[in-house]
């Protein structure tokens, strides 16, 4: 609900910085992990229990609600020319290139959530704290987005895409074989990958395929969600395969673990190296595809 209703109402507020005020607006989702992560850490560090620990989040809940108590949603400016549904869909069947990158989100969504969702399970063996990697890795991504200005004017949304698709791949191969302190350097890498992927997936739609409108913004959005759903199954298939492997290979206890989740970030590098070519294609076409000035992209 937060993703359908923010991105468009941002992108509207902001016609001349979207793409900056997007990943400020997408600071909160890993920097709410990272602050969730030392919470974590610090109640479990007392005994506490898991229920300790899900009550935490009536705080925010209670202050979100005083905050938005009887506020009206704000009109956007360019209410009028992107209410029609019609021409939003009429729009999204029209471009190739909204349908490549909704393919393109599934592949950044599982890159990104995917590995963080499977990350106590695959690197909990490795000599490294799952939780305090968690907190590096969300906290990066959230300063990463708050300064993303200047780094989208420079390398623009497609370059920073193809940038994030090489950085990321490198991280999670490095995941993948890396033990002890080696993996927290390896969840840097992972974290600069990753950071702007979802922001900049939602702003390549509202920079370069505008008319799409609301519409085109919320559904890549929520094909993301949805491929993750599809593929956090097949990743847990990938960790009992490989797990039974490591164990036929005569492995045990935390070396098999180990190994199975290793080998599970081998599969899972395929996801951002298919990236780096569409990406690449993209960047390398940028000029005769994508035309931002004139709110069309090809």
Excluded at 111 to 124: A, D, F, S, Y
Excluded at 169 to 183: C, D, E, F, P, R
Aim: neutral net charge; hydrophobic residues 55%.
């Amino acid at each position: 609900m937060v993703e359908a209703a923010y991105n468009p109402m941002i992108s509207d507020m902001y016609e001349e910085n979207k793409a900056s005020m997007l990943n400020k607006f997408h600071v909160w989702f890993p920097g709410g992990i990272a602050i969730g992560s030392l919470i974590a850490m610090g109640i479990a560090n007392m005994d506490g229990s898991w229920q300790m620990k899900l009550a935490v989040m009536y705080i925010p809940l209670i202050i979100y609600g005083f905050l938005f108590f009887g506020q009206q949603f704000p009109k956007t400016a360019n209410e009028m020319d992107k209410a029609s549904t019609t021409s939003n869909i009429k729009a999204m069947f029209s471009s190739p290139l909204y349908w490549m990158m909704v393919i393109c989100m599934v592949l950044t969504a599982t890159t990104e959530l995917g590995t963080q969702g499977w990350v106590e399970r695959i690197l909990g063996n490795s000599g490294a704290k799952p939780l305090v990697v968690l907190f590096l890795v969300t906290g990066l991504m959230a300063v990463g987005r708050f300064f993303a200005g200047p780094i989208i004017h420079k390398l623009s949304i497609p370059g920073i895409l193809l940038g994030s698709s090489i950085i990321a791949l490198i991280g999670i191969y490095m995941m993948s074989v890396a033990t002890g302190g080696m993996v927290y350097l390896a969840a840097i890498l992972f974290a600069i990958g990753v950071c702007y992927f979802w922001p900049n997936m939602i702003s390549f739609i509202a920079v370069y395929i505008p008319k799409t409108g609301a519409l085109g913004m919320s559904f890549i959005g929520g094909m993301g969600m949805l491929g993750l759903s599809i593929c956090q199954p097949i990743i847990g298939i990938w960790m009992d395969t490989e797990r039974a492997n490591a164990l036929t290979s005569g492995l045990t206890g935390d070396a098999a673990e180990l190994a199975a989740g290793q080998a599970t970030l081998d599969n899972i590098a395929w996801f951002p190296a298919i990236l780096v070519i569409v990406f690449g294609v993209l960047f390398a076409m940028r000029k005769k595809w994508l035309t931002p000035e004139e709110g069309v992209a090809h």
